[in-house]
């Protein structure tokens, strides 16, 4: 991989961190606990305590994606950033570019 794709990756894992931190902030407003106090009519109720578990569900998906692009961001100038974690091949520069936080290749991920 050369200097030029390594900003462009460097670039899109600083995009992506920014992009799923205002995730999380907007996800952490909609997962707050509903409260049995208002007036919104059993089904009602029925409908945001559903949407409230998505939201749940993908606020842990936003804060682990997070977790693995800082980690990207802290690997990118080592000499093994790039390389798939199962089979030691490269990772396709396309894939680091939409997906910065993988850490296998399309071919292992696709596997799993």
């Known amino acids: 991989m050369n200097s030029t794709q390594k900003n462009k990756i460097r670039s899109k ?6 992009a799923t931190k205002l995730e999380i902030e ?11 106090e208002n007036a919104i009519g059993r089904v009602s109720r029925m ?3 559903n949407n409230k578990t998505i939201n749940d569900r993908a606020l842990l998906k936003a804060k682990e994606k997070l977790r693995k692009l800082i980690i990207a961001r802290s690997r990118v100038e080592e000499e093994d950033f790039g390389i798939c974690r199962s089979c030691n091949g490269e990772i396709q520069v396309g894939r680091l570019l939409l997906m910065p936080e993988s850490n296998t290749c399309i071919k292992c991920a696709s596997k799993k």
Do not use: F, Y
């Open 13 to 18: 894992i600083h995009e992506n961190i920014i």
């Open 47 to 49: 409908d945001a305590i």
């Open 26 to 36: 907007d996800l952490s407003l909609l997962t707050q606990p509903i409260s049995p």
